[in-house]
């Protein structure tokens, strides 16, 4: 058996080779080998704008009374009577005409107007009886009624037609009626103490009397 010798000269082409062998092998090695998987881009997602809240639609209402106050309703009935004689014979136009209110007005159970205040018209034609039996003429229209410093406006309907001169016509409707009219010959009378009635012209806050 012959025994392979190697020569010094040769050991370290030999080594070479092996390492470049070596080096080879490694670097199939390592293109071999899976690649780790890298992040793949992601795409934003848009996220959806909410729709706007549309704004409350503001619905109007009657301003209330304040706290310490309570309302009287239009419409509502105000019994007077007259504090004063008129007749026809010495009344003129333009004469004040002064009324009582006869009962207390009250808003449910509370009183805002007491008995005894005064209410404040005015004569608006008067004419004394004439020759050849003409009958006089007496006309008054009914203002306000005074609770304290509030003039509460009153007209001679209870609806609202009647307003501003047709007031005027039913209130002497009422006091040309059986109610409060005095004939005395040919001129009109009427006599302190004698009802009518007349209405609320407009809601008004007043407040309550102890």
């Known amino acids: 058996m012959k025994i392979l010798k190697f020569s010094s000269t040769y050991l370290p082409i030999f080594l ?11 670097d199939t090695s390592q293109q071999a080998a899976p690649v780790p998987a890298t992040n793949q881009a992601t795409t934003p997602v848009e996220t959806p704008t909410p729709a706007p809240t549309p704004a409350p639609i503001a619905v109007q209402t009657p301003a209330p009374a304040p706290a310490d106050k309570l309302v009287l309703a239009e419409g509502t009935d105000v019994p007077l009577t007259f504090d004063q004689d008129l007749s026809s014979k010495t009344a003129a136009e333009g004469d004040p005409v002064t009324l009582v ?36 003429e007496l006309n008054i229209r009914v203002d306000y009624l005074r609770v304290g410093d509030t003039k509460i406006k009153l007209r001679g309907s209870k609806g609202k037609e009647g307003q501003s001169g047709v007031t005027s016509a039913v209130v002497l409707t009422v006091l040309f009626g059986p109610i409060g009219l005095i004939k005395h010959g040919s001129n009109i009378e009427i006599k302190k103490g004698s009802a009518i009635k007349v209405y609320v012209a407009d809601d008004i806050a007043l407040k309550p009397i102890a």
């Open 16 to 26: 070479l080779i092996f390492a470049c062998y070596m080096v080879t092998a490694q």
């Open 101 to 136: 209110l006869a009962e207390d007005l009250m808003v449910g159970k509370v009183v805002v107007a007491k008995a005894g205040a005064k209410a404040i018209g005015e004569v608006t034609n008067a004419k004394k009886s004439g020759m050849m039996g003409k009958a006089g």
